[in-house]
């Protein structure tokens, strides 16, 4: 089956703990792109990158890293630095190319205490 | 700041009724809509996308563009509970790729 996984569906973690969230497809996307979602907010974009081994930062990309050195895989590391971490995160691909529609994974829900 | 806006509602039809949701978008230069629909706890789904001026059919949903106007609707006909969901509106940022999305119209249909 085609699709977005991200892996794993909950974490917890310590304050002070960097973490890293997968997200992985077999869409053979060109672009993939992350997302923050708090409660009753939309979805804010954190980094995307639109081929591998390049990446650009969206809205709210302070406390946040990421690689894209596969085309399949684009994880994203949520540093010590973020000062509110906890949130549902949301892992998104499209072609790139003559194609703008974005399909998600199933999230990972992130809590940090 | 590019924004897009939505009623946040929420938005109550019976079923049966036609459901219309709206939103604006400030960024001229946004080429493609897309409409989503979240179910609490879950990841966004893409119902409908548009591109180009007027309407666009997919069965029970019917997605409207007003380029003039920066404005997007979607019209959900024949509504059912299931449809109970919020509903994200999101343009693209300029002519790239990625997208900048309302904060969602959450959509209520009683049985």
């Known amino acids: 089956d085609g699709g977005i996984t991200q892996s794993p569906k909950y974490l917890f ?24 979602q708090d409660p ?31 085309k399949e895989s684009f994880p994203l590391t949520v540093t010590s630095a973020q000062k509110n971490p906890t949130a549902f995160y949301l892992c998104a691909s499209s072609s790139g190319t003559g194609g703008y ?4 994974g199933p999230g990972t829900r992130l809590t940090v205490t | 700041q590019k924004e897009v806006e939505q009623n946040s509602g929420p938005l109550s039809v019976p079923e049966g009724a036609i459901a219309s949701l709206n ?23 893409l119902i409908m996308f548009i591109y180009s001026n007027g309407d666009k059919e997919d069965g029970r ?44 119209t959450t959509l209520s249909v009683s049985s």
């Open chain 2, 61 to 104: 949903f019917t997605a409207q563009l007003n380029k003039a106007s920066q404005y997007v609707s979607l019209l959900i006909r024949d509504s059912q509970p299931s449809d109970s969901a919020t509903y994200l509106c999101a343009a693209t940022r300029g002519a790239g790729t990625a997208l900048i999305f309302g904060k969602g």
């Open chain 1, 101 to 104: 529609e974005q399909y998600f």
């Open chain 1, 40 to 70: 009753g907010q939309g979805l804010r974009l954190i980094y995307y990158s639109q081929i591998v081994n390049d990446f650009q930062k969206g809205d709210i990309a302070e406390g946040y890293s990421v690689s894209r050195e596969k």
């Open chain 2, 23 to 45: 939103c604006t978008y400030s960024d001229r230069g946004s080429q493609s809509f897309f409409w989503y629909r979240q179910y609490s706890g879950k990841s966004p789904e």
């Open chain 1, 13 to 36: 973690r310590k304050e002070g703990q960097n973490v890293t969230l997968s997200c992985e497809q077999n869409l053979n996307h060109d672009a993939m792109y992350w997302y923050r």
